[in-house]
């Protein structure tokens, strides 16, 4: 009996052993299969990325040849209506911005009328520019030149608002009317200029008298 007893224990202790060992390698199975379909995801997902790289690269070489051909045209509009002004030295830069006030945007201004063809009646001068270098704006500069009379026919008048996309800057117009009778009208619209400057803004200029007291 005690024979038979053993027996079965070896028995039943071999069984509960297979068990174990079956269940722990599926256990590792299942882990290794999960693990396999984690990288079969990854795997395709990379393929598809790959896949995708010759349209991206042509993209890519495309918005380059883009971008190098917007440059040139900024470049080329900027040389064309944007005065050399840059404020990376403020003192300097408020210096050409003072020229460019008296010397060069005023004598401009005043004689693109009858450059046109029309007759100004009226008196435009050029707002003075500010004394504080660093008081300005300098991602973009705004000088309301005022308003504009000029007189003419229609066909002319017209012409002469259009030729403003000739001038040597950059401008805004806004018409405020147009009266009369052609060959006999008169147009009253107003101009703002706009200049924006080159490069980085240099540090902020000290300037006497900015400290701050000290209080007793």
Same mark, same amino acid.
């Given at each position: 009996m005690s024979k038979l007893k053993a027996l079965h224990v070896a028995i039943i202790g071999s069984v509960v052993c297979i068990l174990i060992g079956v269940g722990t390698y599926f $256990?590792?199975? %299942? %882990?290794v299969t999960e693990e396999i379909t984690a990288l079969d995801g990854r795997l395709a997902a990379a393929t598809a990325v790959e896949n995708t790289r010759p349209q991206v690269m042509k993209? $890519?070489?495309?918005? %380059?040849? +883009?971008n190098m051909r917007l440059q040139v045209t900024l470049e080329k509009y900027m040389r064309a209506k944007m005065p050399a002004i840059s404020f990376q030295d403020r003192p300097q830069g408020m210096i050409a911005l003072w020229k460019e006030h008296a010397e060069t945007l005023g004598p401009l201004i005043r004689a693109w009328p009858a450059k =046109? *063809?029309?007759t100004m009646t009226n008196t435009v001068t050029i707002p003075p520019p500010p004394v504080d270098p660093n008081a300005i704006d300098t991602s973009v500069i705004k000088i309301p030149v005022g308003a504009f009379t000029v007189t003419g026919d229609y066909t002319t008048l017209m012409n002469h608002l259009r030729s403003w996309n000739r001038f040597n800057r950059l401008v805004q117009i806004d018409v405020g009317s147009l =009266?009369? +009778?052609?060959p006999f009208m008169t147009l009253n619209y107003t101009v703002t200029v706009y200049i924006f400057p080159r490069g980085e !803004? *240099? &540090?902020?200029v000290p300037m006497a008298?900015? *400290? !701050?007291? !000290? &209080?007793?």
């Open positions: $256990l590792v199975i %299942k %882990k993209r $890519l070489a495309d918005a %380059k040849i +883009n =046109t *063809g029309v =009266t009369g +009778n052609s !803004t *240099g &540090p902020a008298g900015a *400290g !701050t007291a !000290t &209080p007793r």
